[in-house]
């Protein structure tokens, strides 16, 4: 049997679009009981297609990447019949997850102040665009507009060229795995001290994390930083060349790793010795990405890649992404789970959790839920 830590634990997921429910599916993934409550119209991802399911009248694909292992149910919170039945459900549940905006939430009761008082047990877990302690707290934040806001896209494209987002919601994919690890932090924590927490994930915050080495270094120098297209701004090379026959990924990460394509590429090293540091390659680095071009120009992309993989040298052909699912299953990840949908009674495929527990892919057995009729 796979490993389930979370067997047991009751989430109320009230969550939509994408960080919340991508959160809740890593826990349903670690044996959590979910319960995703939905709207009469459903999650508003169900309507975000093409592509459709059975002939584009099915499940929408954007609502199977983030609700797999849940069950669902039909809720209205404008009723009072809708409102009574939540209030049955949180009262043995581990943990309520919410993305309302603040004044939805206030005006339905689902305060932390309010549940905590009605629920002393109950850990509360709200995804904001923008952190309560901030002027910004009452914004609405979608993905893209936080890609915007919190300086990603000013880093992301051609250096020439425009700002750029991210080709997948990554926000929200980060926003939703910091949720899953605040929430169990929170579980931690009342098992030790018997006290519950709110955990709030603010997009805008859950953005900037992500900045990372960016943001360390603007904090460093105060300087602005700019785009570099597939390059990176401390390392070089460490971008995507082309070859006679498709495009390469390559990222040297050591001063030696760079002397041994060098003599393979027959760049001059005693000519230009401060190429041997990644200091000098960075200062340096217009022309010599310019010769590393015009060397790579002439071979073809699977003999650079044999090279580097017989060198330990970090590379791989750009690969689209139905080559990496459908071509590359078992040379490069299992990660690919036919899951039973219990409706139709046909085998849906889903990306399980990269996470392995005692060798196993952890990936809750449900597939996504079909919209049900309202109660």
């Not at 305060?111 to 002393?120: D, G, M």
């Not at 880093?155 to 929200?172: C, F, H, N, Q, Y």
Request: proline share 7%.
């Amino acid at each position: 049997m796979p490993a389930a830590p979370l067997r047991k634990l009751k989430i109320v997921d009230l969550s939509r679009i994408l960080a919340g429910p991508f959160g809740t599916q890593l826990l349903a993934d670690f044996g959590a009981e979910v319960l995703k409550l939905e709207p009469p119209d459903g999650d508003p991802t169900r309507g975000w297609g093409p592509p459709f399911d059975e002939g584009n009248t099915g499940e929408s694909a954007y609502f199977r990447a983030a609700n797999r292992g849940k069950r669902n149910e039909i809720i209205d919170l404008h009723t009072p019949e809708g409102k009574a039945r939540l209030e049955e459900l949180l009262v043995d549940a581990d943990v309520l997850v919410e993305n309302f905006l603040p004044d939805s939430a206030d005006r339905m009761g689902l305060t932390w102040e309010r549940l905590h008082r009605i629920y002393p047990k109950l850990i509360v877990a709200s995804v904001r665009g923008f952190a309560s302690d901030v002027a910004a707290s009452r914004r609405a934040g979608y993905d893209f507009i936080l890609q915007a806001e919190s300086g990603w896209m000013s880093i992301t494209g051609e250096e020439s060229g425009r700002p750029m987002k991210v080709g997948v919601a990554l926000v929200d994919v980060l926003a939703g795995l910091y949720l899953a690890n605040g929430i169990q932090a929170a579980l931690l924590h009342r098992e030790r001290t018997g006290e519950p927490l709110h955990v709030e994930v603010p997009l805008m915050e859950a953005a900037m994390s992500g900045l990372v080495n960016v943001a360390a270094s603007t904090l460093m120098t105060g300087e602005r930083p700019a785009r570099y297209g597939n390059g990176h701004p401390q390392i070089v090379p460490y971008q995507t060349f082309p070859c006679r026959d498709g495009e390469i990924a390559i990222g040297v990460g050591s001063d030696k790793q760079f002397e041994i394509l060098a003599l393979w590429l027959g760049l001059d090293l005693e000519g230009n010795p401060d190429w041997r540091r990644n200091r000098g390659r960075v200062e340096d680095r217009i022309r010599l990405v310019g010769e590393i071009e015009t060397r790579f120009a002439p071979l073809g992309a699977d003999e650079v890649v044999a090279f580097c993989d017989q060198n330990a040298i970090p590379a791989s052909r750009v690969r689209t992404v139905d080559d990496v699912l459908f071509r590359k299953a078992g040379e490069l990840h299992h990660l690919i789970q036919p899951l039973l949908d219990e409706d139709s009674g046909r085998m849906v495929p889903t990306l399980a959790s990269p996470v392995l527990l005692n060798g196993q892919r952890a990936c809750a057995p449900l597939a996504p839920p079909r919209l049900k009729k309202r109660r």
